[in-house]
């Protein structure tokens, strides 16, 4: 059998691949946090997907009718038998089916394709409880999902506009305008300039390179991609410097995990997990590696009996306000109010940082646009002015 072993070394998260027929008759690596069955799959498409809106409306209307004191297999029932989509019914199905066998809440793989977070979140909730606070839980989650993408969605539409805007005012000026010039120019009718020289090798140097450049690009994204996936090492490198390296870029990102960790935290001790619990269930909902390893550094000093404050303190994560709230909640155990607290900072700092980025791409996209009209002026339009000109004279 194959299995795949998650464990932690020198405060990081590493993982690695075991042949062997039992694991009775192996030895673990030291502080193994969590060991993985690989079953070889067949490749079978997906059946059914489910977008962020379509499930978080499900898990809404089922939160709604817990808190109306129906139990969840009737709840699941009244909804799939509510519903005309044949995909929704077969997934609240399946629900319901493994509900009733004592599965937990869980879902056919294969068959359903559903947001990682769902599934991230369902192996907490078979693990630790209460269903229907569970739930309430997931639905919340699923909320703050979508209002993230909405947010980007907001933030970014119009600049994202722009940007195309500009790429096809490129792609019409190259092969739409500059051709129709490229006569006059051969012919030294219009007396070229610098600009018109350096216009007219780079629509050249493009026509001719172009489609080498996108595919040289294109490997090169394909490679890095499957590195990626194959390459724990490699995975925690991309991770540590999209979180750490990119300007402006990497502010929002680790914002908007910092502002994610809190939530779920939050989220979790509302519906009675105790903090450790939320703590460790972070590794299920937390995609990026360099913060999973701080999480595990996290939860292993706290293990070893420090304070959770100079847990949080040691991995350089959190700025000083953060800090003295955990250390306040810590001392006056409530810490639920505190993350709340937190959660609310971060939000507020992760919205102002994506409202600043979005303020600022659109001027930077309107010089570029205005630096390339000005450009084609100075290339083609003055030098037909100056030849009108000499024809007039």
Request: with cysteine; charged share 25%.
């Amino acid at each position: 059998m194959k299995y795949k072993v998650y464990y932690q070394e020198n405060s990081r998260l590493c993982s690695k691949i075991i042949i062997c027929d039992s694991l009775d008759d192996i030895q673990l690596p030291k502080n193994t946090i969590k060991i993985k069955k690989e079953v070889k799959t067949k490749f079978k498409k997906t059946k059914y997907s489910f977008d962020t809106k379509e499930i978080y409306q499900i898990f809404y209307e089922l939160d709604l009718m817990l808190d109306s004191n129906i139990d969840v297999t009737t709840s699941l029932n009244i909804l799939r038998n509510n519903r005309k989509n044949k995909k929704h019914k077969e997934f609240l199905k399946d629900l319901s089916n493994n509900i009733k066998n004592a599965k937990g809440l869980n879902y056919d793989e294969q068959k359903f394709k559903v947001d990682y977070i769902v599934k991230s979140f369902f192996k907490i909730v078979n693990k630790n409880g209460d269903l229907n606070l569970a739930i309430k839980a997931l639905s919340k989650l699923l909320k703050f999902q979508l209002e993230v993408k909405n947010s980007f969605k907001k933030a970014f539409f119009y600049p994202f506009v722009l940007l195309l805007t500009l790429i096809f005012s490129i792609l019409a000026i190259f092969y739409f305008v500059l051709p129709a010039f490229e006569p006059l120019i051969n012919s030294s009718a219009i007396k070229a300039n610098n600009a018109t020289v350096l216009l007219y090798a780079l629509k050249e140097f493009l026509h001719m390179y172009i489609f080498y450049i996108i595919l040289f690009f294109s490997m090169i994204l394909l490679s890095l991609y499957i590195f990626y996936k194959t390459s724990d090492n490699f995975k925690y490198v991309v991770s540590k410097i999209v979180i750490t390296k990119i300007p402006l870029f990497s502010k929002i990102v680790l914002e908007f995990e910092l502002y994610k960790i809190f939530i779920i935290l939050n989220i979790l001790q509302k519906a009675n997990y105790e903090f450790f619990d939320t703590l460790s269930s972070l590794r299920y909902l937390i995609k990026n590696k360099y913060l999973l390893d701080k999480i595990s550094l996290i939860e292993t000093l706290i293990k070893s009996g420090k304070s959770i404050s100079f847990a949080f303190e040691i991995t350089n994560l959190f700025d000083g306000f953060v800090l003295n709230l955990i250390n306040t909640g810590e001392k006056s155990n409530n810490l639920s109010k505190v993350t709340f607290e937190i959660e609310k900072v971060y939000k507020i700092s992760f919205e102002n940082k994506v409202k600043s980025l979005s303020f600022w791409i659109q001027p930077i996209v309107f010089l570029l646009i205005m630096g390339l009209i000005l450009w084609i002026i100075y290339a083609i339009f003055i030098p037909m002015w100056s030849m009108s000109d000499m024809i007039k004279f």
